[in-house]
């Protein structure tokens, strides 16, 4: 089974810790964005992943190639023009003080690129499934075209389809709302992932009795009628799973998530995550939990909790990536969550 993941990749600056930005004179330097993360965890479950971009002909673009094939994943098919990488600054929040994502990634090599400048049929060639986020095509008017041909050629070619709707405000610059944009996405999507929010802002469909989203509260019984509006209103859909973050502070989520295929309505674990170390790549460690477990589990439940484990796991780990094994995953679905030593 080969999976092939598409958007951009980015050099991430984080400020040491939970300091401000430049309290100390520097910032560690790491690398990170939606698909790769989902590519990074797909290898690590020992998946043939491969990431598709558009990337710069420099020793940064090197660095984090060399980062990537490190995991395991494939970059054969990753397409060099000049330009720059993009960039994005975090600064952690600490109980009531939020993170903080600064972006410089305008002018980019990906949100520069064109329709034309991947061949799909070589890039599909052996795969089966193909994942894609609502953040490629909030880039830039050319990456929104790059990522629309990319769903139409997927489906030409029998594959399946999943995307993360990840819905991201402050990247929705160039005329066009998500809104607009993702619905034509969903129309070549076999399995859509999200939050209530990415539902809401990227589909314009809400569960009215659902509270908002600033308020942290999530009532999950609501979450089926939204659910099942999405698939009511795109047929082509097969099931949608919609993560379930409940936000206490910072460094307190719980966390769970819901699943419906058009005839259960799944409900996973909810696991209380005390004290987060990293919540950035959190959806993208449960897209790449869910993209596995639903290739690997005769049921979907079982998916699900895969996902939700895989996920909170990665709460605990530095860096966009979820560093964590399959049988990590299992253990904690199997077990009690205790952090106890294991001997």
Not at 45 to 62: C, H, K, M, Q, R
Not at 99 to 110: H, L, P
Not at 146 to 164: N, Q, W
Not at 204 to 228: F, H, P, Q, R, T
Request: proline share 2%.
């Amino acid at each position: 089974m080969r999976i092939v993941t598409f958007g951009e990749i980015m050099l991430r600056l984080k400020s040491v810790g939970t300091e401000r930005f430049l309290q100390q004179p520097m910032l560690e330097a790491t690398f990170g964005g939606g698909e790769a993360n989902v590519a990074v965890s797909l290898a690590n479950y020992g998946i043939d992943a491969s990431f598709v971009t558009v990337l710069p002909d420099n020793d940064i673009t090197f660095a984090c190639i060399k980062e990537l094939r490190s995991f395991g994943v494939d970059t054969k098919d990753i397409v060099f023009t000049p330009g720059r990488i993009g960039i994005y600054y975090l600064e952690a929040g600490a109980v009531q003080r939020p993170s903080k994502v600064i972006y410089d990634r305008e002018g980019s090599t990906i949100a520069k690129a064109a329709v034309g400048d991947i061949d799909w049929d070589k890039v599909f060639s052996g795969a089966s499934w193909f994942h894609i986020t609502g953040i490629t095509p909030a880039i830039s008017e050319s990456a929104k075209d790059l990522a629309i041909e990319a769903v139409k050629a997927a489906k030409r070619l029998g594959l399946h389809v999943s995307c993360d709707l990840n819905y991201r405000k402050n990247l929705w610059k160039y005329g066009k709302t998500a809104s607009e944009i993702m619905p034509e996405i969903v129309k070549y999507t076999d399995t859509v992932i999200a939050n209530e929010e990415d539902v809401q802002k990227a589909l314009g469909i809400s569960a009215d009795s659902a509270k908002s989203v600033d308020e942290g509260i999530i009532d999950a019984n609501v979450y089926e009628a939204l659910a099942k509006a999405v698939m009511s209103a795109y047929p082509n859909v097969s099931r949608i799973a919609i993560t379930l973050r409940e936000s206490k502070s910072a460094n307190h989520n719980d966390w769970s998530a819901c699943l419906y295929n058009g005839k259960e309505f799944l409900l996973s674990r909810k696991y209380a995550i005390t004290h987060i170390v990293d919540r950035v790549g959190g959806g993208d460690s449960f897209s790449g939990g869910l993209i596995y477990g639903l290739n690997a589990y005769n049921d979907d439940k079982t998916a699900l909790e895969f996902a939700v484990a895989a996920s909170c796991l990665k709460h605990t780990i530095p860096g966009d990536y979820n560093r964590v094994t399959i049988k990590e995953v299992e253990a904690l679905m199997k077990g009690s969550g205790s952090g106890r030593v294991q001997r």
